[in-house]
Every structure is written in C-alpha cells, then in structure tokens.
C-alpha cells in the first residue's frame, strides 16, 4: 500500500487531500496541531498532533512516520496583518510554518525517497507568490514556497524525485474569512467562471502531481486561479 504524508490535512484544502487519497487506496499519515474538529474514521488514517512551527524536530517526526511515496506540504498560515503590525514572534511563526518546516520535511523525507530512486512531493503556495499580498510575510513566504520547490526539483529531480507546486486563488475554506471582502469580489470576476475554487478542485490537482502526473513536468508551479489576473 502507498504511504502519504499531508500537513495540515484536517481541515480546509488538507482535509479535501486527505479524502482524496484516502478514496485511491492510500496510507494516509495527517500530521497537525489539533485534531478536535477531525472526524475521519478509517484504519488506513495515521494522525500525529504536532506543532509544525517546530521545525527542529522534524527529523524526528520523520523517523516516525517512515517512508512515504508522497510529501504533501500543505500546512501554512496567513495572519493578515498590515507589516507595521508584524511582532517579531508573528514574523518567526509564519517562515518557521511556510518555509523552514517545508525544507525540512523535504530534506528528511527526500532521504528515503533517494534510497529508493523515485518520490513525489507537492508543495501548496498561493497566487499571492505572485503578485504579492498585503499581509507581506504571507506573500514572501509563498514566494519562497515556489522558489523552495524549482530549487529542489533541480537539486533532486535528477535523482528520481518529482517535486512541484500549486499556487491557487481564494478557495471556499474557512481562510476565506481572513481575505477583505473586496479583494475576494475582485479575484472573483477575475475569474472565467466567476466564482471562488472548490477546495475538491485543488486537491485534484494535488492528487494527480502527487501520483500520475508525467514525470517530465518537474519543477514548475500549477497555477490554479480559473484566469484570475496574476499581475
């Protein structure tokens, strides 16, 4: 049976992967902070509490949970806050989420997928690495989410390892709420379809670059924005 690893895959977009791979057979290991509101039931579901800003001991964690045929960097924060307002606490919390626990988890996890010459990992960024965010270390670090997976899809990609991202617009999840209404209204008539993203639709997308996907297409970013403007 095929092993996945999913951060933050107890609500939102996570949980809609979570069900996803679930559905296709897979062992699915949900790692989070706080299970409370979970309320999957299934023998081949492996929940590990764990605080994920704490990328220090990600080794351990790793070790834990063993090989795994997908990483699935999901986890992430946005506090919506003007820059002015940013603690240096705040400032810490959201790299050590969006950025150095990603590097981590893929340096500890890359080390079995290199034993066996193949593995898959996807990396959730947001359209915001594109064109910025007012809330500004959410936007730097989804840009660096982006960086983070064209520079180890070059460093790993030619060992086996298929490594990309998906950058998706507003999607209809409880992080909805922290978007100003006008914004969302904007990406919104943006789009093709004038309306915001089912969290179903991006763990398709998830899904097929974590299994399927031809391996030739390494290193790139998967917008997902139905024609919302980008620049």
């Given at each position: 049976m095929?092993?996945?690893?999913?951060?933050?895959?107890?609500?939102?977009?996570?949980?809609?992967?979570?069900?996803?791979?679930?559905?296709?057979?897979?062992?699915?290991?949900?790692?989070?902070?706080?299970?409370?509101?979970?309320?999957?039931?299934?023998?081949?579901?492996?929940v590990?509490?764990?605080?994920?800003?704490?990328?220090?001991?990600?080794?351990?964690?790793?070790?834990?949970?063993?090989?795994?045929?997908?990483?699935?960097?999901?986890?992430?924060?946005?506090?919506?806050?003007?820059?002015t307002?940013?603690?240096?606490?705040?400032?810490?919390?959201?790299?050590?989420?969006?950025?150095?626990?990603?590097?981590?988890?893929?340096?500890?996890?890359?080390?079995?997928?290199?034993?066996?010459?193949k593995?898959?990992?996807?990396?959730?960024?947001?359209?915001?690495?594109?064109?910025?965010?007012?809330?500004?270390?959410?936007?730097?670090?989804?840009?660096?989410?982006?960086?983070?997976?064209?520079?180890?899809?070059?460093?790993?990609?030619?060992?086996?390892?298929?490594?990309?991202?998906?950058?998706?617009?507003p999607?209809?999840?409880?992080?909805?709420?922290?978007?100003?209404?006008?914004?969302?209204?904007?990406?919104?008539?943006?789009?093709?379809?004038?309306?915001?993203?089912?969290?179903e639709?991006?763990?398709?997308?998830?899904?097929?670059?974590?299994?399927?996907?031809?391996?030739?297409?390494?290193?790139?970013?998967?917008?997902?924005?139905?024609?919302?403007?980008?620049?």
């Amino acid at each position: 049976m095929k092993k996945v690893l999913i951060t933050g895959g107890n609500k939102g977009v996570g949980l809609a992967v979570t069900k996803k791979f679930l559905a296709e057979g897979f062992q699915v290991n949900v790692v989070a902070r706080d299970f409370s509101g979970f309320k999957l039931k299934d023998k081949k579901i492996k929940v590990l509490e764990y605080d994920l800003t704490n990328f220090k001991d990600i080794p351990g964690l790793v070790k834990k949970i063993g090989q795994v045929d997908c990483l699935v960097n999901n986890a992430g924060m946005m506090n919506s806050l003007p820059f002015t307002d940013y603690s240096q606490e705040k400032m810490e919390k959201i790299i050590a989420l969006n950025i150095q626990t990603p590097v981590a988890l893929i340096r500890e996890v890359s080390k079995y997928m290199l034993k066996k010459g193949k593995g898959r990992i996807v990396n959730v960024a947001s359209i915001a690495g594109h064109i910025g965010h007012p809330d500004i270390w959410y936007g730097v670090t989804k840009a660096g989410m982006i960086n983070i997976t064209k520079s180890f899809a070059k460093l790993l990609g030619p060992k086996g390892l298929v490594i990309n991202a998906v950058a998706p617009g507003p999607i209809n999840t409880q992080m909805l709420a922290t978007i100003p209404s006008v914004r969302v209204a904007e990406l919104k008539k943006g789009s093709f379809l004038n309306r915001i993203a089912k969290p179903e639709e991006v763990a398709e997308a998830i899904y097929w670059l974590g299994t399927n996907s031809p391996e030739y297409i390494n290193g790139i970013c998967l917008d997902i924005n139905n024609g919302a403007k980008i620049n």
